[in-house]
């Protein structure tokens, strides 16, 4: 029920086919994130709209709300979320990262203090694979540890060894054959703990494999340094996944090392915050020169939005405080990352992913952040 394969190289980069229970989807590929179990302001159809595959949805959030048991008992997340395709779900082990401060880490697993009203939960090996079990995505993800950065010797190589250990139990207690288990590298920005961790995964044999703990504060040059390595290391026949990662010049890096799948929240987080991607750069949609735009966000975009507001439009209602302002820019910037990557994959069957900046020189860019000078 699930399987990859490679089709064409250009260098590292690769694009391939990955096959899973609820159809099969082309890499390299950007999932879209439903941390609850929704694209934020955008309905399933839209999301299928701009191009989405496969989409990704949070175990540890999830679980506090509805809780996994309620989401298996209405359906499983497929029917829960009305989302037929591909979904994959991560296993809480951000959330030991980002929530450093509401949870107390041991070699047995996370006790979190919930954000929402809190109470205890404990998330460990054996619980997020229960959990994710009762979600029913297609792909899974090992429990794992996030290190900080920076952090100690000591600190990164604990939470490899944590990593690797609480992988090999995610596998013994992982239940369901029609769910992809994929383990996740760790290692922070040395190379050597990263090999340390990748190699000891490959041995547990895992379907895929997700390189974890990037986009986590570090640049744009460090991230590169660190991956290149990463991605070398990892089987050639499996897919390799970049978590968290979504700034177009860092998707085209992943890209041209050979990584296969990222998710950010970046299209939806930056289109609610008036932040529109455009191949030329980002865009404010409260900038009052589009007060009388007659044009759309993106001349030759053919999403929704630009197919049928004006940039004039879609910024009254953002002024106006409208919530259709943020939908419709999530739906344009999902559609813009959907463009993105389908050009990398066709150019990447041409022998010509260095051209790729001609046509999209954000992929060239630092992205500011919505608050930041824009670059069209």
């Not at 497929?78 to 990262?97: K, N, R």
């Not at 996030?146 to 992982?174: F, N, Q, S, Y």
Request: proline residues 6%.
């Amino acid at each position: 029920m699930f399987s990859f394969s490679v089709t064409d190289c250009d260098g590292a980069a690769r694009c391939g086919t990955l096959e899973t229970p609820h159809g099969s989807l082309d890499t390299p590929v950007f999932m879209p994130v439903g941390t609850a179990g929704s694209i934020k302001g955008v309905t399933p159809d839209h999301v299928r709209a701009t191009g989405a595959s496969i989409i990704l949805a949070n175990t540890y959030h999830l679980q506090l709300r509805p809780t996994a048991e309620v989401v298996r008992d209405l359906g499983g997340l497929h029917t829960f979320m009305g989302w037929d395709g591909p979904i994959l779900t991560d296993s809480g082990g951000y959330q030991v990262f980002s929530l450093a401060g509401i949870n107390n880490i041991t070699d047995d697993g996370v006790e979190f203090q919930s954000h929402i009203d809190g109470a205890r939960m404990r998330l460990d090996p054996k619980t997020a694979m229960v959990v994710q079990n009762n979600l029913g995505a297609d792909i899974i993800m090992a429990f794992d540890e996030c290190p900080p950065l920076p952090c100690t010797p000591e600190v990164m190589r604990t939470a490899v060894d944590r990593t690797i250990r609480w992988a090999g139990a995610c596998k013994t207690h992982h239940g369901r054959s029609d769910q992809a288990l994929f383990g996740i590298v760790q290692g922070g920005l040395d190379v050597a703990e990263r090999r340390r961790c990748a190699e000891a995964l490959i041995e547990i044999d895992f379907p895929g494999y997700a390189i974890g703990g990037l986009s986590v504060g570090e640049s744009h040059e460090e991230m590169v340094s660190a991956l290149g390595p990463t991605a070398r290391v990892l089987p050639t026949d499996k897919p390799r996944y970049l978590m968290g990662v979504g700034m177009p010049r860092d998707l085209l890096a992943a890209v041209q090392v050979g990584v296969d799948m990222f998710d950010c929240v970046l299209p939806t987080r930056n289109g609610r915050n008036a932040q529109a991607f455009t191949a030329t750069g980002p865009i404010r949609m409260r900038n009052e020169k589009h007060k009388l735009d007659r044009g759309p966000i993106e001349p030759g975009c053919d999403c929704y939005a630009c197919q049928t507001f004006s940039r004039g439009y879609i910024r009254h209602l953002f002024n106006a405080g409208e919530m259709l302002g943020p939908s419709l820019t999530s739906i344009h910037n999902l559609r813009f990352f959907q463009r993105f990557m389908a050009r990398i994959r066709e150019l990447i069957r041409k022998g010509q992913l260095a051209t790729i900046t001609d046509e999209f020189p954000i992929a060239a860019m630092a992205t500011p952040r919505p608050d930041q000078e824009e670059h069209a």
